[in-house]
Nanobody, 126 residues
Framework: QVQLVESGGGLVQPGGSLRLSCAAS????????IGWFRQAPGKEREGVSC????????YYAESVKGRFTISRDKAKNTMTLQMNSLKPEDTAVYYC???????????????????WGQGTQVTVSS
C-alpha cells in the first residue's frame, strides 16, 4: 500500500522559513517524478515544484522561484521542500505527490500525479 505523509507545516511570520518533508512507503521515490502542490481556500491546486526521476531536473513555479528548493533523499525515501522568504500569499495546504509515468520532464499539473499525501497546512501571517 502506497502512502505519502507530509510534515513540517505550521504558522510562520512573513520572511520566515519552513521545511516540508514527505515520507514515502510502498514506493521508492527515486523511481518517480515527484512534486509539491498547494491549494489555498477558494483556489485551484497549483504545482509549486517538481523533480524528475531520471536526472533530477527541477521545475519551480514563477511565484516561488529563488525562494523554494525541492530535494529528495534516496536513503530515507523522502522528499523535502525548503521554503524561504515566505509571503502571506504562500499560505495554503501543501501536498506531495508522485507520478507513475516517468518522463524527461516532471509535470506541474496535478492530474498527472497518481499518489498523494494528505496535506500539511502552511500559514504565513504576522
Amino acid at each position: 500500500q502506497v502512502q505519502l505523509v507530509e510534515s513540517g507545516g505550521g504558522l510562520v511570520q512573513p520572511g520566515g522559513s519552513l521545511r516540508l518533508s514527505c515520507a514515502a512507503s510502498g514506493l521508492t521515490l527515486l523511481n518517480y517524478n515527484i512534486g509539491w502542490f498547494r491549494q489555498a481556500p477558494g483556489k485551484e491546486r497549483e504545482g509549486v515544484s517538481c523533480i524528475t526521476s531520471s536526472d533530477g531536473s527541477t521545475y519551480y513555479a514563477e511565484s516561488v522561484k529563488g525562494r523554494f528548493t525541492i530535494s529528495r533523499d534516496k536513503a530515507k525515501n523522502t522528499m523535502t521542500l525548503q521554503m524561504n522568504s515566505l509571503k502571506p500569499e504562500d499560505t495554503a495546504v501543501y501536498y506531495c505527490a508522485a507520478d507513475n509515468l516517468v518522463g524527461p520532464m516532471c509535470s506541474k499539473h496535478s492530474y498527472e500525479y497518481d499518489y498523494w499525501g494528505q496535506g500539511t497546512q502552511v500559514t504565513v501571517s504576522s
